[in-house]
């Protein structure tokens, strides 16, 4: 799960990228309104974490070009303004959740979570498959019951089609789930986790459509 986190606070943005990455997300960062404009018209995310009190500008000014764009992704607010009429204002402007800061990072973790599964339509915190179930909060696939270990690239993959059953996707979506700006992506990355994915899960649980993707297999053999 791809995000955007908009802080102009340097240490704050550095302890968001790494926390929320430990939590299993993949997160770009910028520092002002300008930045994240850029970012969100030519990235899509699941989510955005969107500070008010920027250098440039207020955020508020940026969730307001993207709804009024129509763009639905989930926009959770961080901020100290954190008085009533601020949530007002912020949730009435756009917004799915706000934070106050100081906040607890497992605690925005959940909400981005929370604003990510509604915001795909999803209603249940797990996804299941075949016998296979992915807990995302925590991490966690079991197979029957039973604990599955996956490198956090696997358990992006595997989530990936399984929050999309049914649809393939292709090679190029899934580098960006799996990659933020600064890492370095591999030109067989993809396939090294799907090939072990396949090791652990069977040969017949994810397809490859050739020139177009991949996605899951429906029937067990």
């Not at 302890?15 to 994240?36: M, R, Y």
């Not at 599955?148 to 990936?160: K, M, Q, S, Y």
Request: glycine letters at 10%; proline letters at 4%; one cysteine or more.
């Amino acid at each position: 799960m791809r995000i955007l986190v908009v802080e102009d606070d340097t240490m704050l943005l550095d302890g968001l990228t790494v926390g929320l990455g430990l939590s299993g997300f993949t997160v770009d960062g910028v520092a002002t309104c300008e930045d994240a404009r850029i970012a969100l018209e030519t990235q899509p995310y699941d989510a955005v974490v969107l500070d008010l009190m920027l250098p440039d500008g207020s955020g508020l000014d940026v969730l307001s070009a993207l709804r009024q764009r129509k763009d639905g992704t989930p926009v959770v607010l961080l901020t100290a303004r954190d008085q009533v009429a601020d949530r007002i204002a912020g949730l009435d402007a756009g917004a799915d959740d706000y934070v106050g800061k100081p906040f607890d990072l497992d605690e925005l973790a959940a909400r981005v979570r929370a604003v990510a599964r509604r915001g795909s339509g999803r209603s249940t915190p797990t996804l299941e498959w075949r016998g296979v179930i992915l807990d995302p909060a925590r991490q966690e696939a079991t197979v029957d019951g039973n604990v599955l270990p996956l490198t956090r690239r696997e358990f992006g993959v595997l989530r990936a089609l399984m929050e999309r059953p049914g649809v393939t996707v292709s090679r190029a979506a899934l580098e960006e789930t799996l990659y933020g700006w600064q890492e370095q992506v591999e030109s067989n990355a993809v396939e090294v986790h799907i090939h072990h994915l396949r090791a652990k899960l069977g040969t017949d649980f994810i397809r490859t459509v050739r020139g177009l993707g991949y996605r899951l297999s429906e029937e067990a053999p």
